[in-house]
């Protein structure tokens, strides 16, 4: 009984830490860039886009494809970073079960 006792306080720790990670990767944030920093974008949480800077100089007529391009590969990027970040503090959270796969549970990282 006294293993059960254990499981069951390592299972409620456990359960703490992944409810504090969901809340730091609700606060976590990441910025993206593309065209060596012309555009840039923050991600903050699940990926909700808080900001785009675009350069003047990618605001000219006829560049409207470019600057698609470069808008899709800084969110790629900021996505990236974010997901790293969101990654991190799961692990961090999952501890030594972090990449175990048990049965009927999500796996953790």
Do not use: C, W, Y
């Amino acid at each position: 009984m006294k293993d059960l006792n254990s499981l069951m306080q390592q299972a409620q720790a456990m359960q703490q830490r992944l409810q504090d990670a969901q809340a730091k990767m609700a606060e976590s944030a990441a910025t993206g860039t593309s065209g060596g920093g012309l555009v840039s974008i923050a991600l903050k949480g699940p990926g909700e886009v808080v900001s785009v800077t675009i350069d003047d100089s990618l605001m000219v007529p006829g560049e409207g494809e470019i600057l698609a391009d470069l808008i899709v590969a800084a969110h790629a990027d900021a996505k990236r970073k974010l997901d790293e970040v969101n990654a991190a503090l799961m692990r961090e959270a999952a501890g030594p079960m972090a990449g175990m796969n048990i049965p009927g549970m999500p796996k953790l990282f």
